[in-house]
Nanobody, 116 residues
């Protein structure tokens, strides 16, 4: 099982980034996919999730700015991040939850840095 995240980087406040997570070794279509993030000194927190049916859930802090989507044909989940703020600076982790056997997993993180 591999969750390969990419797309992080350095951006100015107000800018945009698009994260991607390519999954392999899993039945992608039966997994809820998502993104968590962890800033230095903070606990890991939910950013957004998307079910196999396309239902989405967002942290209040990113609602209206971030959009999660998935392409089941490509086994990939995306996070479009707009109007970025310095407080969005964190390592972003791809997440998956197998809804049949209730098994979760994490990918390696990708660093997002937003300068003021």
């Amino acid at each position: 099982v591999q969750l390969q995240a990419s797309g992080g980087g350095l951006v100015h406040s107000g800018g945009s980034l698009r994260l991607s997570c390519a999954a392999s070794g899993i039945s992608f279509s039966i997994n809820t996919m998502g993104w968590y993030r962890q800033a230095p000194g903070n606990e890991r927190e939910l950013v957004a999730t998307i079910t196999s049916g396309g239902s989405t859930n967002y942290a209040d802090s990113v609602k209206g700015r971030f959009t999660i989507s998935r392409d089941n044909a490509k086994n990939t989940v995306y996070l479009q991040m707009n109007s970025l703020k310095p407080e969005d600076t964190a390592i972003y982790y791809c997440y998956r939850f197998n809804t049949v056997i209730h098994l979760e997993g994490w990918g390696q993180g990708t660093l997002v840095t937003v300068s003021s």
